[in-house]
C-alpha cells in the first residue's frame, strides 16, 4: 500500500510539474527547440532544475544503499549503444519535435486538453505496440544492486 500511494503522490506531483512548468504546452516546447527562430529558453531552466533534483536523489540513493519502499537499490549500468537505441531516440526526438509532446507531458496533457493530446497518445501506443513486435537484438540491461 505505501508502494501504490508513495507511486501516486509522485506521479501526481510529476504531473503538476509538468503542467506548471510549461513542459506540456506544445507551443512552449516547440519554440524552446526552436533555436534558429524566436528561441525560449525557459525550458531550459526546468530542465536544469530536474537535472539537480535527480543528482541529488541518486546521491542520497547510493549513499543509503537501500531505498524506502524496496528491498535493494537498482541502478542501470548499461552503457552500450545499439541500433535499436539509436533508431528509438531518432523517433523519440522526431516526434518531440514535430509535435512538441514527449510521452510524460502528452499523458498529463490528456487530462487538462484531450484534443490537443490524443492523437500523439494514440500514435504513441501503436509505436510501443510495434516495438514489442520487433526481434530483440540485445540483451536485457545489466543492473546494479545496492552492493555493487
Known sequence: MAK???AFAVGLLFGLGLLVSGMADPAKVLAFLDVTG???PSLAFVMAGAVAVSATGYLVARRRGRPLLASRLEIPNRRDLDPRLIAGAAVFGLGW???GLCPGPALTLLTVAPAQAVTFVVAMV???LAFRLLPAAAPKPAVQGADA
Request: hydrophobic share 50%.
Open 4 to 6: 501504490t500511494a508513495s
Open 38 to 40: 524566436r528561441w525560449d
Open 97 to 99: 519535435g514535430l509535435a
Open 126 to 128: 501503436i509505436g510501443m
